[in-house]
């Protein structure tokens, strides 16, 4: 049996795209104008310092829409699952200490999920967690209550290549 701890899978995928959609456009915005500024910073005759700040602007904007890239990739695919036992479970301030974030390892997957959930989870607990597979946007978890086989990991929807 496998109690899942989140709404139903529909409702969780559409929440997960709404908010990888978001993360779009949020990326989108900031790399655009982070390229706009390094051509204009180009176009000027940068010296000194100047070709410091075409640099960290150029690769920001290079990171953005990378992020874009895999974000757009996301939203075109299908998600998978990765079964496993929980081996770890982590929270971490970002923004310096503006918000608290919460992380669990899977399988050697890291995941970023909801306080609300990370709270029920137990270490070295069988879950099976349904995600997208380059972003690692987490749809649902469901603890595994029965003795299923945890060591299997299904990664056909997993694409390594860049």
Request: charged share 20%; glycine share 6%; with cysteine.
């Amino acid at each position: 049996m496998i109690q899942q701890l989140d709404i139903g899978v529909e409702a969780a995928t559409r929440r997960a795209r709404f908010s990888m959609a978001r993360s779009l456009l949020f990326y989108l915005i900031v790399g655009v104008a982070c390229a706009i500024s390094a051509v204009y910073i180009y176009s000027l005759p940068p010296g000194g310092f100047g070709w410091v700040s075409l640099v960290v602007v150029a690769v920001l904007a290079g990171l953005c829409l990378w992020q874009v890239w895999q974000f757009g990739r996301d939203l075109q695919s299908e998600a998978g699952e990765t079964r496993g036992v929980l081996a770890r479970k982590w929270q971490r301030a970002e923004l310096f200490i503006v918000w608290q974030s919460c992380f669990i390892l899977v399988d050697r997957h890291v995941f970023k999920i909801d306080a609300d959930v990370w709270v029920f989870l137990e270490l070295e607990k069988p879950l099976v967690v349904r995600h997208f597979p380059r972003t690692m946007t987490v749809v649902s978890i469901e603890k595994v209550t029965s003795a299923v086989d945890t060591s299997a990991v299904d990664t056909s929807a997993v694409d390594t290549s860049a």
